[in-house]
């Protein structure tokens, strides 16, 4: 979005949570003073940036908009790590094993940066947002130049700028509600494949979850916003579209001209051919209005990734999901009524605190009621400061483990039944990937084929008529 629609924009909505025309303006200020810094010390030689993104596609999308900034200041890009001038890494605090690989990854910093001493280090993303974590970074980690958190993605010109010229380290971890920022630009890592925030943050609470704590309150882009991106990105070639937000049915609930239904179909009638998805849904929020109108946007992927956690209503109640099993069931039942082929995915814990072998085997009898396409399944693992941390856990790690494998192997029998109904179907999909020979996209549906074809066809929808099953991955040809 140029600077002109962002003040245009700012002056029809600038909502409470919405970053200030003048303050984007100031940070192509800062952009233009970091480069000039940049040049004079590289000798017009090009700086390099090594940006490595952890978690999940927001996060993917962050780093896209800060590469955008990154490029405007004059940085190229590079994937090895000892050739960067600048080494960014987007965290995640989702999951404990992020926490330690970022962890790791940073120490593992520190001989480069001693054969280097003018690199800059910099972190960033949800774990940055964590108290108990920048202090750490700040006592133990000393080669760390910059940490910000994600409510300081739109001010990266002015830290950047502040680093280049001050030699000190820098923090800028705000505790905040939160911001939306338009006019930030992106460079984005895919030509034909997009993700295009809608909302940030969350107001939920999940009891085990950390996202509402460090991604703020729960704040929509204005729907002009959302679609001027979807324009542009549909007219750079984008085949496919992914909404994103923690809760995209809940957007503009606070007020504002579109839900997130009439978003759905606004975007669809973008002319082009392209495919939308988006992610996550929140079943506390999904409406039949949605569902209806997915079933009626031919360009909207009939594929619904819905997480439903547990299929046990007392702990659904413990994680504070704001829905019980026989709602969840109920949206399935509308969804499979109207979109007879639809694909569902959902995310799973096990092992909550205090749950029981018996409610989680309603977890399991619920998985086997909907056929799910695929599952991301995780054991429970605490979060500092989420209410669930502190409740008690008597079940041991082992025992959550053979829960585990019984789940998973429960959904692979459900996926290898649904995979051989699609033998000898044809399906549209949009070839994503090429090596040695071989194609592979998803369907409409997310479900992964392989299948012989020319390298020039990446980015290309074609049809698909599946050949072959071995389990739960899938062959096929072009027809
Ligand atoms: S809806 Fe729940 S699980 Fe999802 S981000 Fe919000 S608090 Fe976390």
New binding site residues.
């Given amino acids: 979005m140029s600077l002109s629609e962002v003040a245009h924009l700012s002056q029809l909505q600038l909502g409470k949570f919405e970053v200030s025309f003048d303050e984007i303006k100031k940070q192509r200020e800062y952009v233009s003073f970091a480069k000039t810094v940049l040049e004079s010390r590289f000798g017009g030689e090009t700086p390099l940036a090594f940006v490595h993104t952890f978690g999940c596609q927001g996060n993917v999308s962050d780093s896209e908009r800060m590469k955008g900034w990154l490029s405007q200041m004059g940085y190229g890009f590079t994937e090895v790590i000892e050739q960067a001038d600048l080494v960014l890494y987007n965290t995640c605090a989702v999951r404990e094993h992020a926490h330690d690989r970022v962890y790791g990854n940073v120490g593992a910093l520190k001989p480069i940066k001693e054969k280097k001493p003018g690199m800059i280090i910099a972190l960033c993303g949800c774990m940055m947002q964590q108290e108990h974590v920048w202090q750490k970074i700040r006592k133990s980690y000393p080669y760390v130049n910059l940490v910000f958190g994600t409510h300081a993605l739109h001010r990266l010109p002015e830290l950047m700028y502040k680093v280049l010229c001050g030699g000190k380290r820098v923090f800028e971890v705000e505790n905040c509600d939160g911001y939306i920022a338009e006019g930030i630009p992106v460079r984005r890592d895919g030509s034909f494949k997009g993700w295009l925030p809608i909302m940030y943050g969350?107001n939920?609470?999940?009891s085990y979850?950390v996202?509402?704590y460090v991604r703020g309150r729960e704040r929509s882009r204005s729907s002009l916003a959302v679609l001027a991106e979807a324009k542009e990105l549909i007219a750079s070639g984008c085949k496919d579209i992914t909404l994103l937000g923690?809760?995209v049915n809940s957007y503009n609930r606070d007020g504002g001209d579109l839900n997130f239904a009439q978003l759905l179909e606004a975007i669809n009638n973008i002319e082009g051919d392209f495919r939308i998805r988006f992610m996550?849904s929140?079943p506390k929020d999904c409406t039949f209005e949605l569902l209806d109108t997915m079933a009626r946007c031919e360009k909207v992927s009939k594929h619904l990734h819905l997480p439903f956690q547990s299929g046990n209503n007392r702990v659904l109640k413990e994680m504070n999901r704001g829905y019980t099993r026989e709602k969840y069931l109920s949206l399935v039942e509308y969804a499979k009524k109207v979109m007879p082929d639809i694909s569902l995915t959902s995310d799973i814990i096990v092992g909550f605190p205090g749950e029981t072998y018996e409610e989680f085997r309603d977890t399991v009898s619920l998985i086997e009621e909907v056929e799910f396409t695929s599952l991301f399944t995780f054991i429970y693992s605490p979060r500092e400061g989420t209410k669930a941390a502190s409740m008690p856990d008597p079940v041991s790690r082992k025992e959550k483990g053979e829960w585990f494998r019984e789940l998973t192997l429960a959904q692979e029998k459900i996926a290898a039944e649904r995979c051989k109904k699609m033998l000898g179907q044809t399906y549209r999909v949009l070839c994503e990937d090429y090596a040695d020979g071989r194609l592979s996209g998803r369907t409409d549906g997310s479900v992964m084929i392989d299948f012989d074809g020319d390298e020039s066809r990446v980015g290309e929808f074609v049809n698909v008529k599946v050949t072959s099953c071995r389990n739960w991955t899938l062959s096929g040809e072009i027809i």
Avoid: D, M
Wanted: neutral net charge.
């Fill in positions: 969350c939920n609470f999940c979850c996202v509402p923690q809760n996550t929140h």
